[in-house]
């Protein structure tokens, strides 16, 4: 298996998971490797709603090259602002099957910065249970009674004796 078919097989395995509606658009990130594109898409009417890389004009003037951590930075910043303006502040993030690192991770969190929500309108933010101290108990080993030497030989003999017992009983 090859980089590209373990990536589309991560975000198949990731679309089955997620969906977007006109409300919680699926933000989809595809990265290659001179540029970044963001798509918004309503899974439920089957359209793409907004779309913007660092192709567009007034990114690829301040960045120049648009496949580094800077220009996903400024990409994520150009496009909160534009969703505000549209009235969208609740998307569903679409990593596209790529790992959540570099010009993903930098997108996503200027994203954020920028007002955006990935959570559901009214989700809580679940916060981490409290730990209990830990109260340890004093190690209490059970112990077995020893066995003298002289014990163990006899048992030993007793069962050797038991065993040709039964071995010379005849059984019908």
């Known amino acids: 298996m090859n980089k590209l078919t373990g990536r589309a097989l991560r975000h198949v395995r990731i679309r089955k998971k997620i969906l977007g509606t006109n409300e919680r658009p699926r933000m989809v990130v595809y990265r290659s490797l001179n540029n970044l594109y963001v798509q918004l898409i309503d899974d439920i009417s089957h359209k793409t709603l907004f779309s913007i890389s660092t192709n567009t ?3 690829h003037k301040e960045v120049g090259h648009g496949g580094n951590v800077k220009a996903a930075t400024l990409l994520g910043t150009h496009l ?6 549209r009235g969208i502040s609740h998307v569903v993030f679409d990593r596209g099957g790529y ?3 570099g ?3 930098a997108l ?3 994203v954020l910065k920028g ?3 990935f959570r559901r309108k009214g989700a809580k933010i679940r916060k981490p249970k409290k730990e209990e101290p830990k ?3 004093p190690d209490v080993k059970k112990q077995e009674p020893k066995i003298k030497k002289e014990e163990t030989k006899v048992n030993k003999e007793e069962a050797s004796v038991k065993k040709q017992e039964d071995n010379g ?4």
Do not use: N
Request: proline content about 4%.
């Open 57 to 59: 004009p007034e990114i």
């Open 115 to 117: 007002g955006l929500s």
């Open 80 to 85: 909160a602002k534009r969703l505000l303006e």
């Open 169 to 172: 009983i005849d059984r019908k």
């Open 135 to 137: 109260i340890e108990k």
């Open 99 to 101: 790992m959540y690192h």
């Open 108 to 110: 996503a969190e200027a």
């Open 103 to 105: 010009r993903v991770k």
